[in-house]
Every structure is written in C-alpha cells, then in structure tokens.
C-alpha cells in the first residue's frame, strides 16, 4: 500500500508560522454541499489555525515544495473529548478534520503522504484509528476509501428558518 512520494516534495509537522499558506489552500475546498470555511475570511482561518496549535490536541502536516506549501492536514486528538460524539468509539481516534492539495499538485500522492502522516500521530498518541467525515458529493470520498477508510453510517443536515 506503501507509493513513494516524489522526492522534490517534503511532508513535515504543522508550525504556527505556516497558518498563511495554510489559510491560503483552504480556500481551495472544493464547492460541495458542506464546505466549512465557504465564505469564511483567509485572517480569520490563519488565527484559527494559530490557535489550534497551541493546543497540546491539535497537530498538524504540511506538504512542501521548494519552500512553498501545496498541501495540508488538519488533526484533532478525540481521546479529551466529550463522550457520544458521534460514534462511541470515536475517543480511540484522531479526528483528521481538514485535507486540502493546491490544485496544480493533485494526483501525485500527496494526500496519500499527508494521511500517511496522520496516521502515524495517531499510533504515535496511542490511538487506534483515524476518524473523518466529509460530504457524499465530495469526489475526496473515492480517495478515503482508496485509503482504506470504511464508511460508518450517514448523517443529513437540515435547517428549518424561523419566521421573525
Ligand atoms: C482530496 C484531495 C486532498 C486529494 O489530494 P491528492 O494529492 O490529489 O490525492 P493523492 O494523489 O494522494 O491520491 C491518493 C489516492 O487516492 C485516489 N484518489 C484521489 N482523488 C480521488 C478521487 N477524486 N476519486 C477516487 N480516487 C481518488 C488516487 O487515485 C490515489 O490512489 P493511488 O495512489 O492508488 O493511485 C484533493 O483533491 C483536494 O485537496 N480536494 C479539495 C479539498 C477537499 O475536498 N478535501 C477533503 C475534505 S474532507
């Protein structure tokens, strides 16, 4: 299951000062029916970034190349978190809750690489999986079960507006 990454790429640990490029890529979500930071401001996602990894729970890998960042994963530690989110089990996991690859740089491996990374903070926190949603029209979906994740169960938002 193991592709080698080409060598001209480096994936390395998250730190503080790439919140920007982070930031940046995240803007690059695909439009689907969920998407997280659709309309939220670049500052807005650098500080949230920032924020994140002061937290001892929170980790995260960035894909380089030449100095720049073309890619990024997002990682929460669930073992401090309340129970009966979603599923039981979840506080054995760690949450990956963002992946994004800049547009030019898909289809070489580098989600491949940046899971691959998730997956051994995992291990490396004693947790005993990798736990993610994302929405059934996003085409990330094929990638993730390419990956090996199994499908758990499916969750519908719905919203109802109030009249004033
Ligand atoms: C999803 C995304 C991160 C994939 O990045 P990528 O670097 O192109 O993926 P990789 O090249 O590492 O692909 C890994 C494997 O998944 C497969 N894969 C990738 N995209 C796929 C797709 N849309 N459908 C099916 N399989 C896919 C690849 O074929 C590859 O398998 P292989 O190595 O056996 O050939 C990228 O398309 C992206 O940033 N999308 C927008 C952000 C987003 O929606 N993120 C997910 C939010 S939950």
Known sequence: MSKKLPSRYGIR????????????????????????FQGIDAEDVSSWVRERLACPDWAGFVA???????????????????SGFVFPQAR?????????????????????????????LARDWGRSGLFLDVADDNPALGLYERLG????????FLRKTIEP
């Open 149 to 156: 994740f199994e499908r758990l169960g499916a969750q519908v």
């Open 64 to 82: 380089e190349l030449e100095g720049e960042i073309v890619g990024f994963a997002f990682c929460q530690d669930m073992a401090n978190q309340p």
């Open 92 to 120: 054995e996991t760690v949450y990956l809750m963002y992946l994004a690859v800049d547009e030019a740089f898909r289809g070489q491996g580098l989600a491949r690489a940046l899971i691959a990374a998730c997956e051994k």
């Open 13 to 36: 640990t998250m730190v503080p000062a790439d919140a920007e490029g982070v930031a940046r890529l995240a803007g690059l979500f695909e439009p689907v029916s969920t998407t997280v």
